[in-house]
């Protein structure tokens, strides 16, 4: 007990003294003082924010049947894992890009995020792009044509989104399975995409604004489509999955995961 008073009575002393010396000193230096002690914790606050902030998601979208699964598991482990089903269910996973797995150094990981690409199972990407560094847009370049007016909707949907627009996230359309003979190029599919893309905008600019689900409206009037009128950056790239090509992913995801 005589130690608690002892440490009480010199606290007590201490206190006095600080305070003695805060009247010594002007009030204008006084104020600066605690203006640049504020401004510096505020600071260090902002920058400790923005780091735990700053997302290493990356979001896989797509039609069923585009090769996403496949994609997955190849940045997670070199594998095409040939026998996957189509996914009911999001495949997540954190993890070291398997080509970097053999370098040294402080690599950051990435968090992947298959989103299952059946229409009642879409909603499901709204969950994560709030947290989302970029979205990878899979396209079966195979079965492109087929599939054109699907793929239009769906990537038109994501385009409009506010979760995408207000943070300018980048979109990586990635023309997969261009392994196969008859596959379509990406520059064939970039220009059949915003052909169709404009066709879209002009079909829904003659709905009310009660019946359009989407948040933001593409490009800009007068002009033809083009996806380099987005605010947010969207590139158009090639893979193939089943080979293991996938460099043009993976230079995607680094250039916004880092």
């Known amino acids: 007990m005589e130690g608690i008073e002892q440490w009480k009575t010199e606290a007590q002393q201490w206190l006095r003294q600080g305070i003695e010396y805060a009247h010594q000193i002007p009030p204008t230096q006084l104020y600066a003082a605690v203006a640049v002690l504020l401004f510096t914790t505020l600071l260090l606050l902002i920058i400790r924010l923005l780091k735990r902030t700053k997302s290493n998601t990356i979001v896989l979208s797509g039609l069923s049947g585009s090769g996403k699964t496949v994609l997955f598991y190849q940045l997670r482990d070199g594998s095409s894992h040939q026998g996957t089903v189509t996914s009911m269910e999001p495949n997540e996973g954190t993890f070291l890009l398997h080509s970097e797995s053999a370098k040294k150094g402080k690599i950051k990981p990435v968090h992947v995020v298959d989103v299952p690409g059946h229409s009642r199972l879409r ?22 044509l087929p599939n054109l007016s699907a793929v239009t909707e769906y990537l038109y949907d994501i385009l409009t989104k506010a979760s995408v627009v207000k943070r300018k996230l980048p979109v990586l359309i990635c023309c997969n399975k261009t392994d196969k003979v008859t596959a379509h190029t990406k520059e064939f599919i970039r220009k059949q995409l915003e052909k169709e893309i404009e066709k879209l905008r002009v079909s829904r600019s003659g709905v009310s604004d009660a019946d359009i689900a989407n948040d933001y409206a593409l490009g800009i009037p007068g002009e033809a489509f083009s996806f380099s009128q987005c605010i947010n950056k969207v590139t158009v790239g090639e893979a193939s999955g089943l080979t293991g090509d996938i460099s043009q992913v993976e230079e995607f995801i680094r250039a916004h995961v880092k």
């Open 123 to 144: 909603p499901k990407l709204d969950e994560f792009l709030p947290q989302a560094a970029g979205i990878v847009f899979v396209v079966d370049a195979l079965e492109f």
